[in-house]
Nanobody, 127 residues
């Protein structure tokens, strides 16, 4: 069974930083897509950052580009999201999700098979 566990959320002042981690088990980590998504109360879920685990291929939502960095550690089967210069509008529940099709497209932002999801970790930015 594929399992994703997020960690690293918390409360931070505007301008601060947080690092989220997603530990993935029961999953072929070698050549697939992992994404970070977020959802604030009353808003639709949005994709934040994506990474293709088999190469240095990443993509970001315009709202976080230049502030967030997604990275992977294939040996540890983890995907991290370094969030810098946080803004109150970044407050949301953050989820990581893994695509289901091994050897699928590297265009992770365009993938529609993110069917494995973690429980989420809350990020609250105040100022």
């Amino acid at each position: 069974q594929v399992q994703l566990v997020e960690s690293g959320g918390g409360s931070v002042q505007a301008g601060g930083s947080l690092r989220l981690s997603c530990a993935i088990s029961g999953y072929n980590f070698s050549r697939n897509c992992v994404g970070w998504f977020r959802q604030a109360p009353g808003k639709e879920r949005e994709g934040v950052a994506y990474i293709y685990t088999g190469a240095k291929s990443t993509d970001y939502a315009d709202s976080v580009k230049g502030r967030f960095i997604i990275s992977r550690d294939n040996a540890k089967n983890t995907v991290s999201l370094q969030m810098n210069s946080l803004k109150p509008e970044d407050s949301a529940m953050y989820y990581c999700a893994a695509a289901t099709v091994w050897w699928g497209s590297r265009d992770c932002l365009r993938r529609n098979d993110y069917n494995y999801w973690g429980q989420g970790t809350q990020v609250t930015v105040s100022s």
